[in-house]
Nanobody, 127 residues
Framework: QVQPVESGGGLVQAGGSLRLSCAAS???????????MGWFRQAPGKEREFVAT????????YYAESVKGQFTISRDNAKNTVYLQMDSLKAEDTALYYC?????????????????WGQGTQVTVSS
């Protein structure tokens, strides 16, 4: 059983930055490095939406159009951790951010392909 645990959320002013982390506990170092990882978010009253994904090696990344050029996903397989660097934050980025594990290793923007989900970390951007 893999349990992703997010951290790094908080309150930030518009234009500021935050870096979210997701540690995948329960996975051996070798197993984590075979997984793709994704970030999703859900704002109040809205459906959960895809943010970014990274494949098992970190070679391929894919972003939602709404965050392209603003957010950067990366991973450190030695630390079983994936990151989401968020810059130039806007009020509309306010949401609960979820980390998810996709065991196929390829990555996807479809939430249905992910096997394990974290509890989420809240990001609030004040305008």
């Amino acid at each position: 059983q893999v349990q992703p645990v997010e951290s790094g959320g908080g309150l930030v002013q518009a234009g500021g930055s935050l870096r979210l982390s997701c540690a995948a506990s329960g996975a051996s170092g070798r197993t984590f490095s075979s997984y793709a990882m994704g970030w999703f978010r859900q704002a109040p009253g809205k459906e959960r939406e895809f943010v970014a994904t990274i494949n098992w090696s970190g070679e391929y990344t894919y972003y939602a159009e709404s965050v392209k050029g603003q957010f950067t996903i990366s991973r450190d397989n030695a630390k079983n951790t994936v990151y989401l660097q968020m810059d130039s934050l806007k009020a509309e980025d306010t949401a609960l951010y979820y980390c998810a594990v996709e065991t196929s290793g390829y990555g996807s923007r479809r939430s249905q392909t992910y096997d394990y989900w974290g509890q989420g970390t809240q990001v609030t951007v004040s305008s």
